[in-house]
């Protein structure tokens, strides 16, 4: 078994909002990030995935594939977006770094044939990521 | 960190079936990268040196088997990709191997080698990675 990491940049906005919490309450637990106007950042993402390596090609997994994958399912939908109003799952969910992982876990692992997804780490800056192994 | 060029290329494929598995990669006359290595082992603190191992065992091993033979080298002039295509999947259990036979100072982990800045790979002898 081999692991493969492929990482890739989006930069999208978001803003923390709580609708069952008074703005108070809003405020206090988010902080600037309330802000409802957004804002945004440089999120680095890296998926991981698994599996045995092919005897015939070498590869664990077709990275020309993969790379596809990674687009349309995940750049495409959030690059250069604001989440909260454009990106379904975050409709309902607040769009924290950590919804953010699972969101994407949830995006790729169904479109993925040949090798397994082990994990899902997002940067929201060089100093904060959250990984995600697909836990329920 | 070594530099070193390979060919993506299988005999047991056609032309056609070699260059849409590999793309670019197949050019015949190769091409580079910097792989960056890193070497994962563990094992108790020793009570006298406060160390795992002395990293410097560890530097010259890693010197000695890996850079020295990797470095500035064709893979697929080397014995071990005679027979096998030299992905960095192929080259970093290949890593693991001579590491593993060779390195006993301490309880080789893993080893992760970066192909590119986007691209790593990792190897546990086949084992599920620790979190």
Not at chain 1, 58 to 66: I, P, R, S, W, Y
Not at chain 2, 15 to 34: A, D, I, L
Not at chain 2, 38 to 55: A, F, Q
Not at chain 2, 86 to 92: D, F, V
Request: charged share 25%; glycine share 6%; proline share 4%.
């Amino acid at each position: 078994m081999v692991y493969l990491t492929r990482k890739a940049e989006f930069s999208a906005s978001h803003y923390y909002h709580n609708p069952d919490l008074t703005p108070e309450e809003n405020r206090r637990i988010f902080g600037k990030c309330n802000n409802p106007n957004g804002h945004g950042h440089n999120y680095t993402l890296e998926v991981t995935v698994k599996g045995d390596v092919d005897p015939r090609s070498g590869f664990v997994v077709d990275l020309k594939q993969l790379k596809e994958i990674l687009n349309r399912e995940v750049l495409d939908a959030l690059d250069h977006r604001f989440l909260n109003k454009e990106v379904p799952e975050f409709f309902t969910r607040i769009p924290t770094t950590e919804n953010l992982a699972i969101g994407i876990w949830q995006r790729l692992a169904p479109k993925l044939k040949t090798a397994q997804l082990h994990r899902v780490r997002v940067y929201e800056t060089p100093d904060l990521f959250v990984d995600f192994y697909g836990e329920a | 960190m070594f530099s070193a060029s390979h060919r993506l290329h299988s005999e047991a494929m056609s032309p056609e079936e070699n260059q849409s598995t590999y793309g670019k990669c197949n050019n015949p006359h190769g091409h580079g990268h910097n792989y960056a290595l890193e070497v994962t082992v563990s094992g108790p603190v020793d009570e006298r040196t406060g160390m795992i191992c002395n990293l410097v065992d560890l530097d010259n091993f890693v010197d000695r088997e890996i850079l020295e033979r990797f470095d500035h080298q064709n893979l697929n002039t080397l014995a071990e990709f005679t027979g096998e295509v030299p992905t960095t999947e192929n080259l970093c259990a290949s890593i693991y191997e001579i590491v593993q036979g060779g390195f006993r100072h301490a309880r080789l982990e893993k080893v992760r080698l970066e192909e590119t800045m986007m691209n790593s790979f990792e190897y546990a002898g086949g084992a599920e990675i620790r979190r």
